[in-house]
C-alpha cells in the first residue's frame, strides 16, 4: 500500500514540480518583468531547488561519447551484447582511424565491470568505466529496475545474480580468450562466488579479479549498514521495507524493495551533509556561480536516480552477506543454472590475480572488509595478491574522482597489465617482464600503507592537442 501512496503523492507533485521549472526561468530571464524585479535571482533560485526536490529522476545515460587515448579523440560506441530478463551487458565500443593507435586498442585487456545492484543504477560507475576506457576493451553488467520486469520473467534470486555473472565471464572468454573481473561494492560477494564455482569445476578462471570497496566479511569493522542488517531480524525486512509494484508499471505484482525506500535510507545517513548541500546550490544559484550549481545537478541527477530491487534478491543479500556471513563462514551454496546446489569455495581459486581496494573514511564498507578476501582465496601465490588502501577516500572515492583517478587507477592498471602479460606469454603466472610491470602497483600499496597523511596534488587540465576524430570504420577494440 505504501508504494501505491508514494506514486500517488508523486503524480500529484509532479506538475507542481514543472511549473516550478517554469517559474524560475521566468524570474531568471532579465527580458521579462519578472526578471526584473528587485528579489529576481532568489526568487528563481527558490523556485529551482523546489523544481529539483519535486521532480522525479529517470535513469541517467552513461553519455561517454569520447575519450582521449594519448591526444587521440576515440569515438564511444554503447550496445547490448547480453540481455538477460533482469541485466544487460553493455559495452562500450572504440572506434578511431589512426592506425597507430587503433593497433593499441585491439591489444588491450578487457575487462568485464560487475556494477552493484544495491539502489543505484550502473551509471554510478561512468567516471570508472570513462577512465577504464583509456587502456582497457570495457564491459559492465547494467541491472534491470525490477518494476519495469514483467511478473512472466520470474523471481530474480542472488543464486541468479551469480549465475549471471558466469555467463558474462564465459561471453567474454569465449570472444577473446579471457578477461578481467573489477567488482565495486555489493558485487565483491556474489563476483567471488562466481569464480570461485568456475574454479571447482576446473574452468577458465579470469585472469585477476579486481575487488574494491566491498562486504567480503561484514564482521570486520561493522558500519552503520551493517548494524542494520544485525539489528533487524530476517522478517522485519520482509515486513517493512517490501511492496508490490503498483498497477502502472510493466512489472506490476511485483515484490521489491522500493527505490524511493532505498533512497530515504542514503539521505538517512548524512542528513545534514545533504541539507548544506542544497543550501549551498541556492546560494551559487543567487550568486550566478554556475559552475558550482552545474556540479550539484550532476551529482544529484545521479544520487537521487534509484532503481528497485526484486525482494528476493534482496533479502537473501541481506542474510547471507550481513546475517549469515556465508562467505567467510564457509557454509554457502549456490544453486547453478541446472538446479543443482555447489558449495563456495573460494580457496578452489589458483590462477586468477587479486587486487583489493578499500578507502581509509569508507563509511559503508568497514576497514578490513575487502581485504577479507586474501584470507579466503589461500591457494592463490601470495605474490599474485595486492591490497591497496586509498588515504583520505571514501566508498566514492575509491571509483570515482580525482583519487581514483590519480591513485587507485593506476595500481588497478598495473596490477591488470602484469596478468595480461602472463596470459600473452603463455604461462600461468606472471613472467620476469609482467612482475616488472606490476612493480608500481605493490610499490604504491606499500607506499599507502606506509603514509598517513599523503595528499593529491591538484588536478592538472589537459593540454594535449587532439590529432584526428573518430571514424566510422575501425576494427574490433
Not at 522500493?258 to 550568486?287: C, E, T, W
Not at 534509484?306 to 549469515?324: G, K, N, S
Not at 551454496?333 to 590462477?351: C, F, L, Q
Not at 589537459?462 to 577494440?477: D, F, G, M, N, V
Amino acid at each position: 500500500m505504501l508504494y501505491q501512496i508514494y506514486e500517488t503523492q508523486r503524480s500529484i507533485m509532479e506538475p507542481f514540480a514543472d511549473l516550478a521549472e517554469v517559474a524560475s526561468k521566468m524570474f531568471s530571464n532579465p527580458l521579462l518583468p519578472a526578471g526584473q524585479l528587485p528579489m529576481a535571482p532568489r526568487i528563481s533560485a527558490a523556485y529551482d531547488l523546489m523544481h529539483r526536490l519535486g521532480k522525479d529522476y529517470e535513469k541517467p545515460e552513461f553519455g561517454i561519447r569520447t575519450v582521449d587515448v594519448d591526444g587521440v579523440d576515440v569515438a564511444i560506441y554503447e550496445r547490448i551484447e547480453v540481455d538477460k530478463p533482469f541485466c544487460e551487458l553493455r559495452r562500450f565500443k572504440r572506434f578511431t582511424d589512426d592506425p597507430a593507435t587503433l593497433e593499441k586498442l585491439k591489444g588491450q585487456p578487457v575487462v568485464l565491470i560487475v556494477a552493484p545492484l544495491s539502489g543505484h543504477y550502473a551509471t554510478l560507475l561512468r567516471d570508472t568505466v570513462r577512465t577504464m576506457l583509456k587502456d582497457h576493451k570495457v564491459y559492465i553488467t547494467d541491472w534491470k529496475n525490477a518494476r519495469l520486469v514483467p511478473m512472466s520473467e520470474g523471481e530474480f534470486h542472488l543464486d541468479d545474480y551469480v549465475n549471471n555473472v558466469q555467463e558474462f565471464i564465459r561471453y567474454l572468454q569465449d570472444n577473446y580468450g579471457n578477461c578481467h573481473v573489477m567488482s565495486v561494492c555489493q558485487p565483491t560477494v556474489p563476483v567471488l562466488a562466481a569464480i570461485s564455482l568456475m574454479a571447482s569445476r576446473k574452468e577458465k578462471e579470469p585472469l585477476s579479479m579486481i575487488m574494491m570497496g566491498g562486504p567480503i566479511d561484514a564482521r570486520k569493522s561493522p558500519t552503520a549498514v551493517n548494524n542494520l542488517a544485525t539489528q533487524r531480524s530476517h522478517a522485519w525486512f520482509e515486513n517493512n521495507v517490501i511492496y508490490r509494484v503498483p498497477d502502472k508499471f510493466p512489472g506490476a505484482g511485483r515484490r521489491v524493495y522500493p527505490g524511493f525506500l532505498q533512497h530515504s535510507g542514503f539521505v538517512a545517513m548524512n542528513p545534514d551533509r545533504h541539507a548544506n548541500s542544497h543550501y549551498d546550490y541556492f546560494q551559487d544559484l543567487i550568486k550566478g556561480d554556475n559552475e558550482s550549481a552545474e556540479a550539484h545537478r550532476q551529482f544529484y541527477d545521479e544520487y537521487n536516480a534509484v532503481l528497485d530491487m526484486d525482494a528476493d534478491y534482496y533479502l537473501e543479500t541481506i542474510a547471507a552477506v550481513f546475517q549469515d556471513f556465508r562467505l567467510p563462514m564457509g557454509t554457502w551454496h549456490v544453486v547453478n543454472e541446472k538446479g543443482k546446489s555447489e558449495h563456495v569455495k573460494p580457496a578452489d581459486i589458483r590462477h586468477a590475480g587479486l587486487l583489493t581496494v578499500e578507502g581509509e573514511l569508507d563509511d559503508i564498507s568497514g576497514s578490513g572488509q575487502t581485504k577479507a578476501a586474501h584470507n579466503l582465496c589461500t591457494s592463490i601465490p601470495e605474490k599474485h595478491q595486492i591490497h591497496y588502501e586509498a588515504k583520505g577516500a571514501g566508498h566514492y572515492g575509491i571509483f570515482s574522482g580525482r583519487r581514483w583517478r590519480e591513485f587507485v587507477y593506476p595500481v588497478v592498471k598495473d596490477f591488470i597489465a602484469s596478468h595480461e602479460a602472463a596470459e600473452v606469454a603463455g604461462k600461468g603466472q606472471p613472467s620476469a617482464k609482467a612482475s616488472t610491470a606490476a612493480a608500481p602497483a605493490r610499490k604504491r600499496a606499500v607506499t599507502a600503507r606506509r603514509s598517513t597523511n599523503a595528499k593529491a596534488p591538484a588536478t592538472k587540465a589537459s593540454t594535449a592537442p587532439r590529432k584526428r576524430t573518430a571514424a566510422k570504420k575501425a576494427s574490433k577494440s
